[in-house]
């Protein structure tokens, strides 16, 4: 069974940066459109940034020109990396297939920014 596992949060200033990793168990990485998500405190679930098989990527207006997604198929591995951090992306980051799939969700990773 295929598992994907997040990695790499924290606690970290605000302006800050973290490189998120999501590592699968299988090649699913290599064969699907994937993406970032997170879920703040008391709000829902939202795409963050998705990076399709042919390596485009888009992002939410609220990271754009600070996070990038991407992708190594030769390692299974996917990542986020997010600099000049706010607050308000204080959330549990998870990976998923795009659009995502109920099995595929992990326990994910907490950002943590402070103001």
């Known amino acids: 069974q295929v598992q994907l596992v997040e990695s790499g949060g924290g606690l970290v200033q605000a302006g800050g940066s973290l490189r998120l990793s999501c590592a699968a168990s299988g090649r699913i990485i290599r064969f699907n459109a994937m993406g970032w998500y997170r879920q703040a405190p008391g709000k829902q679930r939202e795409t963050v940034a998705v990076?399709?098989?042919?390596?485009?990527?888009t992002y939410i207006d609220a990271v754009k020109g600070r996070f990038t997604i991407h992708r190594d198929n030769a390692k299974n591995a996917m990542y986020l990396q997010m600099n000049s951090l706010k607050s308000e992306d204080t959330a549990v980051y998870y990976c998923?297939?795009?659009?995502?799939?109920?099995?595929?969700w992990g326990q994910g990773t907490q950002v943590t920014v402070s103001s």
């Open positions: 998923n297939t795009a659009p995502p799939l109920g099995r595929y």
């Open positions: 990076i399709t098989i042919s390596d485009t990527t």
